[in-house]
């Protein structure tokens, strides 16, 4: 029998907020079989009166690094007690210190410290989650990275999307020898990785401090030899012409982008990528230096929003503080903000499925102790979310 969602404001999502305020949606078979106003609505079957509370599509975070082991809290207090990067470092900080624990968590262990983080996601309406691996650094722990945010997606049944992020971080044992580590490591375990059924597209970070765009290339050349779509941290602290080398693979994204002028902008809106925007980190690191927000939307290039949940520079995982975030510090509209963490978001991890509400798409919704969804972006670190519900289920 259909599920029948009435008396509900409904933000479809399709190209804006597209409001129906007197809405109703039909669901069955975990799929959206109708949406739109009560008054036309002929279906029969189980009812649900909402209230007249704000539906929206379930929330997709699109960038996030959730699982990885250990924490940094002392690490932020010994900063702010004066130490220096390298103080940190010597007392065995930063991200060394997460690829450490990473390796020395088994994939249960992995499982057992995301979960909590996942759970603060879901309880903001959050359906969909990318997860990247990257903290491991060797084949093994690459792997089980990857194997660890898979059970994500069934110990919470949510979807789960995975980015392989080998070309991270050089590993200390391979300080010095980016070049060998990538051979060594990052390409072997990639190829071990996809034939496990373990990626859904491979990542890289560009940067001086990380990988240079020739090192990203021969990890994009591997990807599109295993038929694998890609994205990139790009533009994060400086411009290393990222965004255009991703854009040259055809990527779903560009992720950061702080520094990108307008010829990786043209080159983004050329490819189709999406320009996934992470307040968080911008935050963390007191960066001054926004993205640019208006030549994105000169372009077309569509923005999506994400936490970019890390040990280091997003220790976040509030998805509506990153949309709050995203319109106050770099002025995007609420509404922008959540095309960005809704369809913008499933453009950006290759998903058609979901990110809006329309017929044929999955039933993940998100029900709002709200009328207007700017509400959703306006709050600082409160929820509004009444109810999710996946596939058409309601949240027990
Ligand atoms: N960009 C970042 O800001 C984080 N990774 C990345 O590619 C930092 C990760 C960390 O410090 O643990
Ligand atoms: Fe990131």
């Given at each position: 029998?259909?599920?029948?969602?009435?008396?509900?404001?409904?933000?479809?999502?399709r190209?804006g907020?597209?409001?129906?305020?007197?809405?109703?949606?039909?669901?069955?078979?975990?799929?959206?079989?109708?949406?739109g106003?009560?008054?036309?609505?002929?279906?029969?079957?189980?009812?649900?009166?909402l209230?007249?509370?704000?539906?929206?599509?379930?929330l997709?975070?699109?960038?996030t690094?959730?699982?990885?082991?250990?924490?940094?809290?002392?690490?932020?207090?010994?900063?702010?007690?004066?130490?220096?990067?390298?103080e940190?470092?010597?007392?065995?900080?930063?991200?060394?210190?997460?690829?450490?624990?990473?390796?020395?968590?088994?994939?249960?262990?992995?499982?057992?410290?995301?979960?909590?983080?996942?759970?603060?996601?879901?309880?903001?309406?959050?359906g969909?989650?990318?997860?990247?691996?990257?903290?491991?650094?060797?084949?093994?722990?690459?792997?089980?990275?990857?194997?660890?945010a898979?059970?994500?997606?069934?110990?919470?049944?949510?979807?789960?999307?995975?980015?392989?992020?080998?070309?991270?971080?050089?590993?200390?044992?391979?300080?010095?020898?980016?070049?060998?580590?990538?051979?060594?490591?990052?390409?072997?375990?990639?190829r071990?990785?996809?034939?496990?059924?373990?990626?859904?597209?491979v990542?890289?970070?560009?940067?001086?401090?990380a990988?240079?765009?020739?090192?990203?290339?021969?990890?994009?050349?591997?990807?599109?030899?295993?038929?694998?779509?890609?994205?990139?941290?790009?533009?994060?602290?400086?411009n290393?012409?990222g965004?255009?080398?991703?854009a040259?693979?055809?990527?779903?994204?560009?992720?950061?982008?702080?520094?990108?002028?307008?010829?990786?902008?043209?080159?983004?809106?050329?490819?189709?990528s999406?320009a996934?925007?992470?307040?968080?980190?911008?935050?963390?690191?007191?960066?001054?230096?926004?993205p640019?927000?208006?030549?994105?939307?000169?372009?077309?290039?569509?923005?999506?929003?994400?936490?970019d949940?890390?040990?280091?520079s997003?220790?976040?995982?509030?998805?509506?503080?990153?949309?709050?975030?995203?319109?106050?510090?770099?002025?995007?509209?609420?509404?922008?903000?959540?095309?960005?963490?809704?369809?913008?978001?499933?453009?950006?991890?290759?998903?058609?499925?979901?990110?809006?509400?329309?017929p044929?798409?999955?039933?993940?919704?998100?029900v709002?102790?709200?009328?207007?969804?700017?509400?959703?972006?306006?709050?600082?670190?409160?929820?509004?979310?009444?109810t999710?519900?996946?596939?058409?289920?309601?949240?027990?």
């Open positions: 029998m259909p599920t029948i969602l009435h008396n509900a404001v409904l933000a479809t999502m190209g907020y597209s409001l129906i305020d007197r809405g109703a949606l039909v669901i069955e078979g975990g799929r959206i079989l109708w949406a106003p009560e008054a036309e609505l002929s279906a029969t079957g189980e009812r649900h009166d209230g007249g509370r704000l539906v929206t599509p379930a997709i975070d699109c960038h690094h959730v699982v990885f082991g250990g924490e940094r809290a002392r690490e932020f207090e010994m900063r702010l007690n004066g130490a220096s990067y390298e940190v470092a010597r007392a065995g900080g930063g991200i060394v210190s997460t690829v450490a624990a990473t390796r020395a968590a088994s994939e249960d262990d992995l499982v057992a410290q995301a979960l909590p983080r996942v759970d603060r996601m879901l309880a903001e309406g959050v969909t989650v990318e997860i990247k691996s990257g903290y491991g650094l060797d084949v093994e722990t690459e792997l089980r990275m990857l194997r660890a898979r059970r994500i997606a069934s110990a919470r049944g949510i979807t789960v999307r995975t980015s392989f992020l080998g070309a991270h971080a050089v590993p200390p044992e391979y300080k010095g020898r980016a070049d060998d580590y990538i051979a060594e490591q990052v390409l072997p375990a990639l071990a990785a996809a034939d496990e059924g373990l990626v859904d597209a990542d890289g970070f560009c940067e001086g401090i990988f240079s765009p020739t090192q990203i290339e021969r990890v994009f050349a591997e990807a599109k030899a295993l038929g694998l779509p890609v994205k990139l941290h790009a533009e994060q602290l400086s290393l012409g965004a255009a080398l991703a040259r693979y055809g990527a779903l994204s560009a992720d950061h982008l702080e520094y990108l002028d307008e010829a990786g902008v043209g080159a983004m809106a050329k490819a189709g999406v996934v925007i992470l307040p968080g980190a911008f935050y963390t690191l007191r960066e001054t230096q926004a640019p927000i208006e030549l994105f939307r000169k372009a077309r290039v569509p923005m999506a929003v994400a936490t949940c890390n040990p280091g997003a220790p976040m995982t509030s998805l509506t503080l990153a949309m709050n975030m995203a319109c106050t510090f770099f002025r995007m509209t609420p509404e922008e903000a959540l095309m960005g963490a809704t369809a913008h978001a499933a453009r950006a991890l290759g998903l058609t499925d979901r990110g809006a509400i329309a044929g798409l999955v039933a993940d919704l998100a709002w102790e709200a009328a207007h969804p700017a509400e959703l972006s306006y709050r600082i670190g409160a929820t509004p979310l009444h999710r519900i996946i596939g058409g289920r309601f949240d027990a």
